[in-house]
């Protein structure tokens, strides 16, 4: 009865989705345990992108169940877009294939509103959000005034808190920010008609998985975001509001630590960031938009959800390190490694300066990395095509190097390596 967590160890869009969807292959349910739209899973299944954003991206094999966890926080105009996208592409997305936790939260537009009035009032102080509501949603969830989905089963309750919840949010909205007000009874309308969608697919899913890990289902929980995101563990306070670190996958799912088999973290090859915050590894001019892509390819750096260029650079083994600590990492899938080929040298970080001392822990966690640079290893590169690996033979042996170097300095073991976004462009190590 084993339960695999799959964790971002950076700053999210590691290329979760897409070891995700590999690893459904052997899987009977992926779970979803934080985070809501904020995320944006990109998965190429014969040759077709599918972006998702709210649905785990097992839910792409016919025969692996999809749960959105009471951990998350869940927009139902996006969710239903999203159903409506896959079953349009000939995904079958009926409940016995989805379920939704009566206890995630529901986001609604007035959460929107505020994330982007909160948003423009911090100024230079911003944290580049991605505008989806995902803080205010928290926020109510913690202040204990949030919507919970089981309010989807309750069509004339929903519509009562929901109105009454854009009318408090309209007094922040106006006195506060000076934003126009929001309406009340039309969005209490739009619940309404979502909840008569959605109804069927709330369950309580902590019980759905406990039975189901107990009769001996494997269970992938899927990571949104990454450590270095998460609100506990993150570059705070350029995080985002939920937990996506390992430890949040038993709250946001309601199971217990003790079905757990892999704990595995993604990183890509490289490093990357969206939003604000220190970045100590950041390339800069022709390296950064060599790592990026133009924007030509579906995996080129741009974000999912927003479309903004993502700031890249080398991979930090400080922070990974640091990542492989707080999740309890017990192995590493790295994302990516085709984009460096054709590059004549690599760079690792593997300690960091801050004047005359040199780190290769961080003294007090990541919220503050401005003092840090980096202090840099170089490896060579390698010029092949590496599309084509499927085997470690198959990769050149500066790639080997680079990958046995990470390994060394990381300490725990680098089982996955992707070459490209196909399913099968994966080599096993
Ligand atoms: P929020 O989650 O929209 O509140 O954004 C908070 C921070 O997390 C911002 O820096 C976002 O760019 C970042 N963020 C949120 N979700 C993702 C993601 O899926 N990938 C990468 N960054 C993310």
Same mark, same amino acid.
């Given at each position: 009865?084993?339960?695999?967590?799959?964790?971002?160890?950076?700053?999210?869009?590691?290329?979760?989705?897409?070891?995700?969807?590999?690893?459904?292959?052997?899987?009977? /349910?992926?779970?979803?345990?934080?985070?809501?739209?904020?995320?944006?899973?990109?998965?190429?299944?014969?040759?077709?992108?599918?972006?998702?954003?709210?649905?785990?991206?097992?839910?792409?094999?016919?025969?692996?169940?999809?749960?959105?966890?009471?951990?998350?926080?869940?927009?139902?105009?996006?969710?239903?877009?999203?159903?409506?996208?896959?079953?349009?592409?000939?995904?079958?997305?009926?409940?016995?294939?989805?379920?939704?936790?009566?206890?995630?939260?529901? /986001?609604?537009?007035?959460?929107?509103?505020?994330?982007?009035?909160?948003?423009?009032?911090?100024?230079?102080?911003?944290?580049?959000?991605?505008?989806?509501?995902?803080?205010?949603?928290?926020?109510?969830?913690?202040?204990?005034?949030?919507?919970?989905?089981?309010?989807?089963?309750?069509?004339?309750?929903?519509?009562?808190?929901?109105?009454?919840?854009?009318?408090?949010?309209?007094?922040?909205?106006?006195?506060?920010?000076?934003?126009?007000?929001?309406?009340?009874?039309?969005?209490?309308?739009?619940?309404?008609?979502?909840?008569?969608?959605?109804?069927?697919?709330?369950?309580?899913?902590?019980?759905?998985?406990?039975?189901?890990?107990?009769?001996?289902?494997?269970? /992938?929980?899927?990571?949104?975001?990454?450590?270095?995101?998460?609100?506990?563990?993150?570059?705070?306070?350029?995080?985002?509001?939920?937990?996506?670190?390992?430890?949040?996958?038993?709250?946001?799912?309601?199971?217990?630590?003790?079905?757990?088999?892999?704990?595995?973290?993604?990183?890509?090859?490289?490093?990357?960031?969206?939003?604000?915050?220190?970045?100590?590894?950041?390339?800069?001019?022709?390296?950064?938009?060599?790592?990026?892509?133009?924007?030509?390819?579906?995996?080129?750096?741009?974000?999912?959800?927003?479309?903004?260029?993502?700031?890249?650079?080398?991979?930090?083994?400080?922070?990974?390190?640091?990542?492989?600590?707080?999740?309890?990492?017990?192995?590493?899938?790295?994302?990516?490694?085709?984009?460096?080929?054709?590059?004549?040298?690599?760079?690792?970080?593997?300690?960091?300066?801050?004047?005359?001392?040199?780190?290769?822990?961080?003294?007090?966690?990541?919220?503050?990395?401005?003092?840090?640079?980096?202090?840099?290893?170089?490896?060579?590169?390698?010029?092949?095509?590496?599309?084509?690996?499927?085997?470690?033979?198959?990769?050149?042996?500066?790639?080997?190097?680079?990958?046995?170097?990470?390994?060394?300095?990381?300490?725990?073991?680098?089982?996955?390596?992707?070459?490209?976004?196909?399913?099968?462009? /994966?080599?096993?190590?």
């Amino acid at each position: 009865m084993p339960l695999d967590i799959l964790v971002g160890a950076q700053w999210g869009d590691e290329g979760k989705g897409r070891l995700t969807d590999l690893l459904a292959e052997q899987a009977q /349910i992926v779970a979803r345990y934080s985070g809501g739209d904020n995320a944006g899973h990109t998965v190429t299944v014969g040759g077709r992108v599918f972006k998702l954003h709210l649905l785990p991206s097992g839910i792409l094999h016919p025969r692996t169940v999809g749960v959105l966890g009471n951990g998350m926080v869940v927009n139902p105009a996006r969710l239903l877009e999203e159903l409506a996208m896959l079953s349009q592409a000939g995904v079958e997305v009926s409940p016995a294939r989805v379920k939704l936790s009566a206890a995630a939260h529901l /986001i609604t537009p007035a959460h929107i509103a505020l994330d982007r009035a909160e948003e423009a009032a911090r100024g230079e102080g911003r944290i580049g959000t991605t505008g989806r509501g995902i803080g205010p949603a928290y926020t109510a969830k913690i202040a204990r005034q949030g919507l919970r989905a089981e309010l989807l089963l309750d069509p004339e309750a929903l519509a009562e808190r929901v109105a009454e919840q854009i009318r408090q949010a309209n007094r922040t909205l106006e006195r506060v920010y000076g934003q126009p007000a929001l309406d009340p009874v039309a969005i209490a309308a739009e619940y309404v008609d979502h909840a008569r969608r959605l109804a069927p697919y709330v369950i309580d899913t902590s019980l759905y998985l406990h039975r189901q890990l107990r009769a001996g289902a494997r269970v /992938i929980a899927e990571g949104a975001q990454g450590a270095l995101l998460d609100v506990d563990h993150g570059t705070y306070p350029y995080v985002t509001s939920s937990s996506p670190a390992a430890g949040g996958v038993f709250n946001g799912l309601g199971v217990g630590p003790k079905f757990v088999d892999r704990i595995i973290g993604v990183t890509k090859a490289f490093q990357t960031r969206v939003g604000e915050g220190p970045f100590p590894t950041e390339a800069f001019g022709p390296e950064a938009e060599r790592l990026r892509g133009t924007g030509a390819n579906p995996w080129d750096e741009f974000g999912t959800t927003t479309g903004r260029p993502r700031r890249c650079g080398w991979l930090d083994l400080v922070l990974l390190r640091y990542a492989i600590r707080v999740n309890g990492l017990t192995e590493l899938a790295i994302t990516k490694l085709d984009v460096l080929s054709g590059l004549p040298a690599l760079k690792l970080c593997a300690a960091y300066r801050a004047g005359a001392d040199r780190h290769e822990e961080l003294p007090l966690g990541p919220a503050d990395l401005a003092p840090f640079t980096a202090e840099w290893e170089t490896l060579p590169g390698w010029d092949a095509d590496l599309s084509g690996a499927r085997t470690p033979a198959d990769l050149p042996p500066a790639a080997r190097a680079y990958l046995q170097r990470i390994e060394a300095l990381a300490g725990v073991p680098v089982t996955m390596v992707s070459v490209g976004p196909e399913r099968s462009q /994966i080599v096993f190590l």
